[in-house]
Every structure is written in structure tokens, then in C-alpha cells.
């Protein structure tokens, strides 16, 4: 396969404010598998923050899910691929953030059909410029890109993660926070959201 990366998303995501703000996924062909990158929507302005940080072929537990198939169907993405280890799956959409809100959260549910017991299963992310920052806090990682403007990037409390960021290298973690399976194979599943400052 080709190493090159492919210039034109492959499909993108995005989700707006009434204030025009918002967040966009975009998927592209690096190397061997789909890496995406996350970015701000102000003022019809669109500013890298993250991109996934991928793995290699050599990598039976990569950084970030191997995915190597991608469908897009309406306002969701699917997402499949594999490794000698386990089997992954993500799926990305926008999600109300209330009844009477707009559509301003990206939601990604990944999950890896395991094969046996595993190393660390995460999403992995850095920071894309020195002009993008991101420090932990309360509700998971905050992400900077000037004073004016916060993104969240989250872990949800409907399946048991963890968001961490490492300020030194800029790298962001999204992890399973399950316990160490004594059964295979089995699935091990998380979701993170990426969603705009409401304030």
C-alpha cells in the first residue's frame, strides 16, 4: 500500500453552534490505515487541535485503532480494522447535548474484540502547534488554542474510560479503565466526546 497521505479527507464530521462554533473530524489515508485529525470551526475558520497518533504494521496493539475500512452513512461514520492481536471498530456522530440545543458534541464510541489478555487499549492524540495546548482538569482534557477559545476533550460516564493529558509531550490518552480479563475472547469498549466551550 501506498505511504503517502492522501491530501482530501476521505470524510469529515462537523458539528456547529448557534454562535457558528463547533468541531469537525476529518479522516484521511496515511500509510496503511485512516488517521484523523480534530479541529475548531470559529468565524468560518477552520484550526487544527489534534491529530491521532498512528501505529505500523509491527504493532499488535497500536496507539491509536488500526482502521482500514471506512463507511459513511448520514451524519455517522463507521470505522473497522485489525491487528494479529484483536479486531477494532469505531463510530463517530454528533449528539445532542440537550432536547433543546443544537448538535455541538462529536461522539466516539471505539471498541476491540480481543483476542487474548492485551496490552494498554487507548486513543492516543497530540496536540498539532505549539499554539495548541492541553492540561487536564476536572472534566477531562481542556484544549487551548487562544485565550478567546476551550475545547473538552472528554471520556463519557456511560462506559468506564479515562482522559489523560501529558503536558511535557502534549499527547492526549483516552483509555478503558475495565479490570484485566480473565476470559477470551471478549470486547472492551470506550467512548470519549469532543465538544465545544458551552459558556
Not at 448557534?18 to 469537525?24: E, L, S, T, V
Not at 473530524?25 to 498512528?54: I, K, M, Y
Not at 488500526?66 to 454528533?94: C, N, R, Y
Not at 456511560?158 to 479490570?179: F, Y
Request: aromatic share 8%; hydrophobic share 35%; net charge negative.
Amino acid at each position: 500500500m501506498s505511504e503517502a497521505t492522501s491530501l482530501a479527507p476521505a470524510a469529515s464530521l462537523e458539528v456547529l453552534s448557534p454562535a457558528k462554533q463547533g468541531i469537525r473530524v476529518e479522516f484521511r489515508w496515511t500509510g496503511d490505515r485512516f488517521s484523523h485529525t480534530l479541529l475548531s470551526l470559529r468565524d468560518g475558520q477552520a484550526v487544527p487541535l489534534f491529530e491521532s497518533v498512528e501505529g505500523t504494521s509491527a504493532d499488535r496493539f497500536p496507539p491509536s485503532p488500526t482502521l482500514v475500512e471506512l463507511h459513511q452513512q448520514d451524519e455517522a461514520i463507521f470505522l473497522t480494522g485489525a491487528t494479529k492481536a484483536g479486531h477494532w471498530s469505531m463510530s463517530v456522530e454528533p449528539v445532542n447535548l440537550s432536547k433543546q440545543s443544537p448538535s455541538q458534541f462529536l461522539l466516539f464510541d471505539v471498541a476491540c474484540r480481543l483476542r487474548k489478555q492485551s496490552e494498554t487499549l487507548r486513543s492516543k492524540y497530540q496536540s498539532v502547534s505549539e499554539s495548541v495546548q492541553c492540561r487536564q482538569s476536572d472534566q477531562g482534557v481542556l484544549v487551548h488554542c487562544d485565550p478567546e477559545y476551550t475545547a473538552f476533550l472528554a471520556a463519557t460516564q456511560q462506559v468506564d474510560c479515562q482522559a489523560v493529558c501529558d503536558s511535557n509531550s502534549q499527547k492526549t490518552t483516552i483509555s478503558p479503565t475495565c479490570e484485566r480479563q480473565t476470559v477470551f475472547p471478549t470486547t472492551i469498549r470506550w467512548r470519549y466526546g469532543v465538544f465545544i466551550n458551552p459558556a
